[in-house]
């Protein structure tokens, strides 16, 4: 059984970048069969997909958000990882990582297999 446990700082100061960890455990992230995804919430809002890394190390980014995303992945580790710069207010949210099918990307519903996400507040 596959588990997800984003971890990172929960605040970030206007300017500075985002960075979140995700451990995988029950589940290999180069497995070619996945999209291990990074998903936000701001309050009060919808789900808001951010991009993901393939088990075979390409990435995709929301149209809205590419120039300041990043996902890599560490293998050996098991763990991928988000950094999202200049961020402002607005980037407060929950942000999950996930491990979802092709099919299922971008859905309003959660498929596939969440972590329990992580609240950041972007604040001076």
């Known amino acids: 059984q596959v588990q997800l446990q984003e971890s990172g700082p929960g605040l970030v100061k206007p300017s500075q970048t985002l960075s979140l960890t995700c451990t995988v455990s029950?589940?290999?992230?180069?497995?070619?069969?996945?999209?291990w995804s990074w998903i936000r919430q701001p309050p009060g809002k919808g789900l808001e997909w951010i991009g993901y890394?393939?088990?075979?190390?390409?990435?995709y980014y929301s149209p809205s958000l590419k120039s300041r995303t990043s996902i890599s992945r560490d293998t050996s580790k098991n763990q991928f990882t988000l950094q999202l710069n200049s961020v402002t207010p607005e980037d407060t949210a929950l942000y999950y990582c996930?491990?979802?099918?092709?099919?299922?990307?971008?859905?309003?519903?959660?498929?596939?297999?969440w972590g329990q996400g992580t609240q950041v507040t972007v604040s001076s």
């Open positions: 890394i393939s088990g075979g190390g390409s990435t």
């Open positions: 996930a491990r979802v099918i092709l099919g299922n990307y971008g859905s309003s519903r959660r498929e596939g297999s």
């Open positions: 029950g589940g290999s992230i180069a497995s070619s069969f996945f999209l």
